[in-house]
């Protein structure tokens, strides 16, 4: 454990320790670290700026959009339905005054301000206390919560959210959604779970990124007028977004992983027998598999992962420093990286070596406090803060030191260390398989989804557009392309995933023939603009009639209806169609999707 | 039949044969061959300087509560809380200001209250479980089944809300009345209008066994690891009684009997009891009073009106 966590976990426990004598050292220490970082900022505006006020490619806010927001519904949608002992739903029971509290108590309990300021015959004192009412806790549902009123605001709620998913109206959709997903969890807060304040955070968020500027109906709107409408001649780029919500998004991340991975300070995430407590809790597991969950202690690969999960936790920041250096040399390569002359730089890591120095200090205090006597004992007294601010004080100076000095002398390295150790496809990907495994096992609500949905604010446009270029590939077979065929078998099994995901081939082609006329040639646009797999070709034939889709594949011809029910194999916006799409009008509904006219 | 192709980039090669070029002023070479113009390039920055600046402020503040405010709440940081959440004040120019970052307000509003220890410090080692039950007018006490000891069908598919709420009211206690008047009132609603005496909860627990003794009870055998949970040996403990008729909201008043179909109380002043309040118009009528009083000069006067319909508070 390293001396700044031992000292956080120390600080968080309850026995009462009497810091008085440095806490008001601490205090203004602290404080002038923040203003120093600040002032950090302020000597380099142009990295707060590339930080926090750069465009991105609207991609992945846009898929975040449509996991979180499913996830969202499926918390709120599930609320809908009854469960043992209620006759009625959740929903009513949680959130409406036939339910477990009475309107009168819930405001009483969690209304803040509104207690006072809300006088139930009376209303309000002035036309302007709602406003000051919303200031703090407030829901409507404090008001009233009869369940007509509550259960209408519901399905609005609900509404409101599928729109968001489907990026209709999205940012005001968002920002509707977030207030109403607000009253219903305001109204109590006996049912919270950790996924539910997953949701409450990030859709606060949502509500500043423009998450609806692709894979979006408001984007497509605004691209198919362009296409139809507006005489585009190329096609329509996606909008950027600004950045700032995004990398709020990261941060928030980081600290619920490093937050969570130093209050797990218990002798069980010592010892590792966490996992097996958490795996054998009646009120938790998807079922009861005492034996597998001992068999896979007795075998160590639970105590050897609640170990690894832990410092995972703690040290998920990390790829937050990894995403900063991996831009600077991306960038430096490029040109891009803004410049500042050598005064500034120099200031600006005087600042920041003060700033650092300020929570070493800090930090150098809490250990003498805090950290345990068997710790200490190795110390004189009199050393004690010095060297563990020492200790605090030379990670950043070590760390600069040796970043530059790999750069200089081991460049191979320290590409590794920024693409692996540091790198997003560690933590990231490390981070799906921990909670893919806590869901298999575990029943924590939709915390494990919400989290993975939340990932991807870390992607760039180019990985999302990998994705979906992986996605509607195809796999090589051994010995096709440059997939090696592995002899003896174990080593092709042992490989397998990696061939699988390494070594892929477009799969087969569809054609769109096409008119050659200006309007079909837009039509055939609005096809390309939906192929996110570049499955699709497009053929010029004077033969097909004009504004008519007309698909090629495997020596097939088909049109109309029947062409756009062909397209939903490689179309991702018509995937849901893909398995009804044999029955009569599933077609046309695809082809009106596309907004093709025949 | 006369064809031109043109094809989506990220597409296999054409051949010589098939390929010919559309011209470059084509509309069909702009909108169905040309890449599609990367979203990212050139980069530009959000918005202009001013807008950045004051969005600046907000990113600035948002992210440093952030940190403040999941930072722990005592210890050498407990002043740094009260430093974010207290008055300030400040000279400029001569006027002086009480700014106030008001972090924990600020919280509240915008839903950013957090608290990430989930199975921290440790995951329980016991399962626990709440028996809730109802003592009626006979005296007969009924098992009202709120707890899943022995009830959970497994697969565990569906997130059990209920059996959330059931560990929360062992957890804090001050959970427990308000949940003991739903149950009174929702006994009251399932019986014609009668109310129970009493609801009564016992905490059941059992306690998952250490691994190693499981380890040593299979003989290191991994085919024999394992317990049944319904072996387990199961605790229970007496955790109190809940009165119905003196806990407030624990009956049901006139408003919810009317909307159920069940007879109204004649006085229902005397059977319900609602939440005190005390409101803006508590205050000023308070104020009111006190001032009457102090203008007749006359002693003893109630110190708080009754209200229209309701008992005095």
């Known amino acids: ?598 | 039949m006369g064809s031109k192709k043109t094809r989506s980039e990220g597409a296999e090669p054409m051949s010589e044969e098939e390929r010919t070029e559309p011209g470059p002023q084509s509309l069909a070479e702009g909108l169905l061959h040309e890449p599609i113009p990367e979203p990212e390039r050139p980069r530009k920055w959000a918005y202009a300087n001013w807008l950045i600046a004051l969005i600046s402020v907000f990113v600035a503040y948002h992210a440093t509560v952030l940190l403040v405010h999941n930072l722990p709440n005592g210890g050498l940081s407990k002043e740094l809380h009260n430093w974010f959440n207290k008055e300030h004040e400040v000279e400029i120019l001569g006027t002086k200001w009480t700014p106030n970052l008001d972090m924990r307000t600020y919280m509240q509003a915008t839903g950013n209250t957090q608290s990430w220890a989930m199975f921290a410090p440790n995951p329980h080692r016991s399962n626990s479980f709440m028996k809730v039950m109802v003592k009626d007018q006979d005296g007969d006490v009924w098992d009202m089944a709120h707890d899943i000891y022995g009830r959970r069908r497994y697969p565990y598919l569906f997130y059990d809300r209920m059996g959330k709420i059931n560990r929360r009211i062992i957890e804090q206690k001050g959970y427990r009345r308000h949940y003991a008047a739903w149950v009174c009132r929702e006994w009251e609603r399932t019986h014609g209008g009668e109310p129970p005496i009493e609801i009564q909860f016992v905490k059941m627990w059992t306690r998952v066994p250490p691994p190693e003794k499981l380890i040593a009870e299979a003989g290191g055998n991994p085919f024999k690891m394992g317990y049944d949970p319904m072996e387990l040996k199961l605790f229970q403990r007496d955790e109190g009684a809940i009165r119905c008729r003196t806990t407030r909201n624990a009956q049901l008043p006139n408003e919810l009997r009317e909307r159920y179909g069940l007879p109204l109380l004649e006085d229902e002043s005397k059977v319900f009891r609602p939440v005190v309040h005390r409101t803006w118009w508590d205050k000023q009528e308070t104020a009111r009073r006190a001032k009457e009083r102090k203008a007749q000069g006359v002693a003893g006067q109630p110190a708080r009106p009754a209200r229209d319909g309701g008992p005095s508070k």
């Open chain 1, 1 to 598: 454990m390293t001396l700044s966590q031992t000292v956080l976990v120390a600080m968080m426990k309850k026995e009462t320790v009497d810091v008085s004598a440095h806490i008001e050292q601490a205090t203004d220490l602290s404080l002038y670290g923040i203003g120093l970082l600040f002032l950090f900022f302020i000597i380099r505006p142009e990295l707060w700026r590339r930080l926090f006020f750069t465009r991105v490619d609207p991609r992945p806010g846009a898929l975040m959009r449509i996991g979180f927001g499913l996830v969202v519904f499926i918390t709120f949608y599930d609320l809908l339905w009854p469960m043992n002992p209620l006759e009625f739903s959740v929903a009513k029971f949680l959130f409406t005054d036939e339910g477990l509290w009475m309107t009168d108590m819930a405001r009483q309990n969690y209304g803040g301000q509104l207690r006072e300021l809300y006088d139930p015959q009376h209303g309000f004192e002035h036309w302007y206390d709602p406003l000051k009412a919303m200031w703090g806790k407030f829901t409507f549902l404090h008001l009233r919560s009869d369940p007509p009123f509550s259960m209408t605001l519901y399905i609005v709620m609900l509404g409101c959210v599928v729109s968001m998913i489907f990026g209709f109206r999205t940012r005001l959709v968002t920002i509707v959604a977030f207030i109403l997903v607000e009253s219903f969890y305001r109204y109590s807060p006996i049912f919270y779970t950790g996924g539910d304040t997953v949701v409450r955070v990030f859709l606060f968020l949502g509500m500043f990124s423009r998450w609806g500027e692709a894979y979006s109906v408001d984007s497509w709107l605004r691209r198919r007028k362009a296409v139809l409408a507006g005489g585009a001649s190329r096609v329509p780029p996606l909008r950027t977004v600004p950045a700032w919500p995004f990398r709020l998004m990261m941060l928030q991340l980081c600290i619920i992983y490093c937050a969570t991975g130093i209050l797990k300070s218990g002798s069980t995430w010592k010892d590792g027998t966490a996992l097996f407590y958490a795996l054998n809790l009646d009120h938790f597991y998807r079922y009861p598999m005492t034996g597998v969950v001992t068999a896979a202690h007795w075998s160590l690969i639970l105590p050897n992962t609640a170990i690894f999960v832990r410092w995972w936790e703690v040290l998920f920041p990390l790829v937050g420093i990894g995403a900063a250096l991996n831009a600077y040399e991306r960038e430096r390569a490029s040109g891009e990286w803004p410049k500042a002359a050598l005064w500034r730089k120099l200031l600006s890591l005087g600042v920041f070596l003060a700033a650092w120095a300020m929570m070493a200090w800090v930090l150098g205090v809490a250990g003498v406090y805090f950290l345990p006597p068997e710790v200490q004992s190795h110390v004189h007294p009199a050393q004690r803060q010095a060297l563990y601010s020492g200790v605090v004080m030379a990670v950043p100076v070590v760390s600069i030191a040796l970043y530059w000095v790999l750069r200089l002398f081991a460049p191979k390295v320290l590409t590794f260390i920024r693409h692996w150790v540091l790198g997003k496809r560690f933590w990231l990907f490390f981070g799906l398989l921990l909670h893919i495994g806590i869901d298999l096992g575990m029943n924590v609500g939709t915390f494990a989804e919400v989290m993975m949905t939340v990932y991807l604010c870390w992607l760039s446009g180019k990985e999302i557009e990998s994705f979906w270029l992986f996605v509607y590939q195809r796999r090589c077979a051994p010995g096709e392309g440059d997939r090696p065929a592995r002899s003896p078998r174990w080593k092709a099994f042992l490989f397998a995933p990696y061939d699988w995901f390494h070594f892929r081939k477009s799969g087969p082609r569809y054609v769109v023939r096409h008119n050659p006329s200006e309007a079909s040639v837009r039509r055939a646009t609005l096809v390309r603009m939906l192929d996110l797999g570049k499955r699709v070709d497009f053929v010029e034939d004077d033969a097909v009639p004009a504004e008519t889709l007309c698909v090629e594949h495997q020596g097939a011809r088909l049109t109309g209806n029947a062409a756009a029910a062909a397209l939903t194999r490689v179309l991702p916006v018509l995937l849901w169609l893909r398995p009804v799409r044999k029955l009569p009008g599933v077609g046309a509904v695809a082809r009106v999707l596309m907004s093709q006219r025949a």
